[in-house]
């Protein structure tokens, strides 16, 4: 049996291993959160109150429930759940292009082609999803309110620190993934000297 002080540390074991199972894992996870993309608006449309119990009844600051006068009709949650499909389909995107790039992490191709090209998409990505957020916000707020009577309609918009937020992470992201692109190519002429 190994003691406490013999086992080996995170911090002990190779890069490889530790790039390896961080790629499982994360790999894991975006294939989880892609599963939950795809079921999100047949949620929407098909079993409202279950979105609402776990908490998205307040979508972007929006009492999704108290801007419609009629509550969540058939045809209230039909335009939710179609609203909902831009933001998923980005969403989607993202988790394939984690799900490709920590594919080659585990391959051990770090600095490939593909890799570098996966973090740019996924940059990309991220930083369409911080522009789409707070505007599919505001669809939200127009097909939940769409139905009541005409001076009852809202279109309601928020930003919030949180999309702030999403966007500064985006641009990071953009820009390792142009720092590393640039490292890669300056590692490849420096190769062709030798």
């Known amino acids: 049996m190994i003691s406490p002080s013999t086992a080996p540390r ?5 890069l490889t291993v530790r790039l390896r199972r961080l790629s499982r894992w994360i790999r894991g ?7 939950l993309l795809l079921a999100t608006p047949l949620m929407v449309l098909l079993i409202p109150e279950t979105l609402m119990d776990a908490g ?31 933001p998923v389909g980005i969403g989607l995107g993202l988790m394939w292009q984690l799900w490709s790039l920590f594919g080659e992490y585990l391959k051990g191709n770090v600095f490939g ?9 996924f940059s990309a990505l991220l930083l369409a999803l911080s522009i789409t957020i707070p505007l599919s916000h505001v669809l939200l707020s127009v097909a939940v309110s ?37 490292a890669a190519r300056v590692a490849e002429e420096n190769e062709g000297f030798v």
């Open 113 to 121: 082609q593909r890799a570098l090209t996966c973090l740019h998409r």
């Open 29 to 35: 996870l975006s294939l989880v959160a892609g599963l």
């Open 10 to 14: 995170a911090s002990a074991l190779p």
């Open 146 to 182: 769409w139905d009541n009577p005409p001076g009852q309609r809202q279109l309601i918009v928020s930003i919030s620190s949180n999309d702030y937020a999403l966007v500064l992470g985006a641009l990071v992201f953009l820009a390792i993934a142009r720092v590393m692109g640039e």
């Open 56 to 86: 998205f009844q307040q979508i972007g600051g929006l009492d999704m429930v108290g801007l419609s006068q009629d509550g969540l009709t058939l045809a209230v949650r039909t335009r939710l759940a179609l609203v909902t499909l831009w």
